[in-house]
Structure formats: C-alpha cells, structure tokens
Nanobody, 123 residues
Framework: QVQLVESGGGLVQAGESLRLSCAASGLTFSTYTMGWFRQAPGKKREFVATISWSGRITDYGDSVKGRFTISRDNAKDTVYLQLSSLMPEDTAVYFC????????????????WGQGTQVTVSS
C-alpha cells in the first residue's frame, strides 16, 4: 500500500522559513515524479512545485518562484519543500503527491496523495 506522509508544517511569522518533508513508502520512489500542492480555505488546490524522478528537472508555481525550493533524496524515499520568505498568503494545507507521468502541474495526473500538513504564516 502506497503511503505519503508529510511533516514539518507549523505556525511561523512572515519572512521566516520552514522545510516540509514527505516520506514515501510502498512505491519505487526513485521512478516517480513528485509534486507539492497547497489548498487554502475556500480556494482550489494550487500547484506549488514538481520534481522529476532524477531531481534534474523542477518547476514552480508563479506565486512561489524564487522563494520555495523542491528537492528529493531517493536514498531516503523523501521529497522536500523548502519554504523561504513566507507570506501570510502562503497559509494553506500543503500536500505532496506522486505520479509516473513526467513533471506536471496538473493535480489530476497525480494518483498518490498524502494527508497534508498545515502551514500558517502570521503577519
């Protein structure tokens, strides 16, 4: 059974940083594209970042480019999201997801999802 478990969320002040982790099990992690998405109350799920199976290709949503960094450690079956220069509008539940499709921003193409971790940024 595939499991994706996010951790690292919390309450921070604007301008601070967080690192989210997503530990995978039950799949050949090194062959999967991984992505991060977020959803704020009353809003649609938003693409944040994606990384290819090798880690060589990454892509970011416009609202986080230059502030967030996605990375992965295939030896640990873990994908990370470094959040820097956080703003109150980054407040959301952050989800990691996996797909065998090449790097994509489309959430409907991801078929494994974690339960999410809450990130709250106060002003």
């Amino acid at each position: 059974q595939v499991q994706l478990v996010e951790s690292g969320g919390g309450l921070v002040q604007a301008g601070e940083s967080l690192r989210l982790s997503c530990a995978a099990s039950g799949l050949t992690f090194s062959t999967y594209t991984m992505g991060w998405f977020r959803q704020a109350p009353g809003k649609k799920r938003e693409f944040v970042a994606t990384i290819s199976w090798s880690g060589r290709i990454t892509d970011y949503g416009d609202s986080v480019k230059g502030r967030f960094t996605i990375s992965r450690d295939n030896a640990k079956d873990t994908v990370y999201l470094q959040l820097s220069s956080l703003m109150p509008e980054d407040t959301a539940v952050y989800f990691c997801a996996g797909t065998s499709v090449a790097t994509t921003k489309n959430p409907s193409l991801y078929y494994y999802w974690g339960q999410g971790t809450q990130v709250t940024v106060s002003s």
